[in-house]
């Protein structure tokens, strides 16, 4: 039984005699695998700096502060796309004429429907802008994940014709004219398989990811949007303190 060390100097040796077909098959399998394993750790950091900042921002909004305050620490949170969304809201509301007539439509009630709705769509297109941010660079995974065998696949198919045609040429169909040509040729679909089983791996675990953050932002957008309607608590306040 041969030892690894062995099968893997077997296997290079495979790929430094392979053909030029088959060569270029391996260099961009090899590309496909930089890149997606490049990605799969970039995700994982992006992900990691969305969940801590996330954290630290829900701490200074469950705290009550003024709304200024939290703005501010918001626009430190870039990564968090919940302080995104509150910055949003924020922008939106400042918009709005200051003082307690002008902002709200009756002094007992929140915001104004329309003002709210005006709110409501701002949130609605930081949401889509936040949720495209975490999906950013998925797709060349599922690329990966999907392209990859069937590159293989040619490969191995390639090499099994030039396989046929050494027996051809050679008039033997004995194991040990077979078995070279048919070992290149296969190869490559382990190639593509490597290629292929990281990026479907994470492309699955980062979709779930993006599903989980995308239920926090609406959940969020909800709290945002009660808030806004809910009635002042002090005359004299602005729908900017509100929130």
């Keep these: 039984m ?3 060390e062995a099968l893997g100097n077997g296997v290079l040796a495979l790929v430094l005699n392979a053909g030029p077909v088959a060569k270029f098959v391996l260099a961009v399998l090899l590309v496909f695998s930089i890149a ?3 990605l799969i750790v970039e995700k994982a950091w992006q992900f990691r700096r969305v969940r801590r900042q996330t954290l630290a921002f829900l701490k200074v909004f469950r ?4 709304a200024s305050i939290i ?3 918001a626009r430190t949170m870039r990564e968090s796309p919940l302080a995104q969304l509150y910055s949003a809201a924020y922008q939106e509301v ?6 307690l007539e002008p902002v709200y439509d009756e002094p007992d009630e929140g915001l104004g429907a329309d003002r709210l709705e005006a709110v409501h769509r701002a949130l609605r297109r930081g949401a889509a802008h936040e949720i495209a941010q975490l999906e950013r660079y998925l797709g060349f995974l599922a690329t990966t994940a999907s392209a990859t ?8 198919v390639w090499g099994i014709m030039a396989a046929f045609q050494g027996i051809g040429s050679q008039g033997s169909a004995s194991l040990a004219v077979v078995a070279p040509g048919i070992s290149e040729a296969l190869i490559a679909t382990a190639a593509g398989l490597g290629a292929a089983i990281p990026a479907v791996i994470a492309y699955n675990y980062y979709v779930n990811r993006v599903k989980h953050w995308a239920t926090e932002i609406e959940g969020f957008m909800l709290d945002l949007l009660n808030t806004l309607s809910r009635p002042v608590p002090k005359v004299g306040r602005s729908a900017k303190d509100g929130i």
């Excluded at 705290?63 to 003024?66: A, H, M, Q």
Aim: glycine share 26%; hydrophobic share 25%; proline share 11%.
């Design 63 to 66: 705290e009550g502060r003024r």
């Design 36 to 38: 997606s394993w490049g």
């Design 94 to 99: 400042s918009r709005l004429p200051e003082g």
């Design 149 to 156: 065998p069937f590159i293989g696949l040619f490969g191995t």
């Design 71 to 73: 703005h501010g620490a």
């Design 2 to 4: 041969p030892t690894g």
